[in-house]
């Protein structure tokens, strides 16, 4: 049958004669070949080529594999609410995320208060290379200085920010955002502790932003240390 090859399944005349229409048919292809793709079931067995006892045992072998995976003899239809229920399930057994995970509150803030933080020094960035302007005053210590020089540098890094604060308000691929923006914020960090101490409380907001996002994006970062 053209819908058991297109399927990669087979109909055993036993469970044939179960299906009375071409829609029941279909719809039990349909799920055996689901059921197959999700949970591993495996499909009917084809018919050996002679030997009526083979034909037996490959039956109940098969009916025992539908059992166990919790699909009846008896179940000759599905729709398609159910297969995608099907698929739902198994994606969370899996730890596929089918649908956009809510942050919390304090983790929406934590991605709002960052993503200003980072939208500020790209624009500040921005005046001082087009226009030569400061909107926090010119700088006085070494290290901003040599970075305001290599203009090269200067534009790539505020390019980085400004990437990752649109990411971050936007919501649009966040976790990507905070990877780029985690060396940024680390520097600062460190650069506020040892040269500018009067810094330090809001390097450790811009931190405790950084460790929150970290953690609520953790999924996306599992898989960075699989092995190739």
């Not at 036993?14 to 292809?29: F, I």
């Not at 890094?157 to 919501?171: D, E, F, M, P, R």
Request: proline residues 5%.
């Amino acid at each position: 049958m053209a819908f058991e090859d297109a399927l990669k399944v087979d109909i055993p005349h036993w469970m044939g004669e179960r299906l009375n229409t071409v829609c029941e048919t279909v719809d039990h292809l349909m799920t055996l070949s689901w059921r197959h793709r999700l949970n591993g079931v495996p499909s009917i067995p084809k018919k050996p080529l002679s030997g009526d006892t083979n034909v037996a045992v490959n039956q109940n072998s098969w009916r025992i594999s539908m059992e166990n995976t919790g699909v009846a003899e008896s179940d000759a239809t599905i729709n398609v609410g159910e297969l995608e229920k099907m698929d739902q399930s198994v994606a969370a057994e899996r730890h596929i995320p089918v649908t956009l995970s809510r942050l919390k509150w304090y983790q929406t803030t934590a991605r709002y208060v960052l993503g200003a933080i980072f939208l500020f020094g790209a624009v500040d960035g921005a005046l001082y290379l087009l226009g030569g302007i400061y909107l926090h005053g010119k700088p006085r210590e070494p290290f901003l200085i040599a970075l305001e020089q290599a203009r090269y540098f200067w534009a790539f890094l505020k390019s980085i920010q400004l990437v990752g604060a649109v990411s971050l308000l936007a919501n649009y691929k966040p976790a990507l955002g905070v990877a780029l923006l985690i060396p940024i914020s680390s520097v600062m960090f460190l650069f506020y502790l040892f040269e500018l101490p009067g810094f330090i409380p809001f390097g450790c907001i811009m931190a405790t932003a950084m460790i929150v996002l970290c953690r609520a994006y953790a999924k996306s970062y599992v898989h960075i240390f699989d092995n190739y």
